[in-house]
């Protein structure tokens, strides 16, 4: 009789430590995918932001016709990445946008007037708060992808990846050719 009482003791416990370790593992993954969702709201309004900015300096620059070209493309490009779940892909789009941003920046330079436009100041403002909220963004990630990979990488949560369906998820890393500020003449 006390076998049994004990074979049903571990068999509980046993289920309830499998229970735990599956929550564990899915509320991690999911938190992670939140994360990411956090990146793609920001890129987003970033990405809705950029053609206001790109029309109050276009007043001014209107030669600068490649520089617009170029954030058109980044631009769209950050809303393809957006819509996947390629976290490099997203990396790399967040990237070549921020690159066409600094020659913006770099052409808004050049023209006074442009800089003492309350539009531009006001847009330029949005679009440094948005870059914040994108770093904080990114990390928020990073921090619940390094705690769910982890999980998954240690006893003994490593053995309730496979029954809950999750596995690791690579960090938002920028491309390391992407890091170099780009030169702008005139």
């Known amino acids: ?88 892909a997203k990396a790399a789009a967040d990237a070549e946008l921020s690159q066409a941003l600094v020659r913006l920046n770099a052409v808004a330079e050049a023209y006074p007037d442009l800089k003492a436009n309350t539009n531009f100041l006001d847009l330029q403002k949005q679009l440094a708060t948005t870059e914040d909220q994108i770093a904080f963004a990114r990390q928020y990630y990073n921090d619940a992808t390094r705690e769910l990979n982890e999980s998954v990488r240690t006893i003994p949560w490593m053995f309730f990846s496979g029954v809950a369906g999750v596995k690791e998820r690579e960090f938002y890393d920028a491309p390391t050719e992407h890091t170099a500020a780009p030169g702008v003449e005139f």
């Open 1 to 88: 009789m006390i076998w049994i009482i004990i074979a049903v003791v571990v068999v509980v416990l046993l289920v309830g430590f499998f229970v735990i370790g599956f929550n564990k593992l899915r509320k991690a993954d999911v938190a992670a995918e939140e994360a990411l969702g956090g990146i793609d709201v920001q890129l987003t309004r970033r990405a809705e932001l950029i053609p206001n900015l790109v029309q109050t300096v276009k007043g001014y620059a209107i030669h600068e016709r490649e520089v617009f070209e170029e954030i058109t493309r980044a631009r769209a490009g950050v809303q393809a990445a957006a819509a996947g779940d390629s976290v490099p």
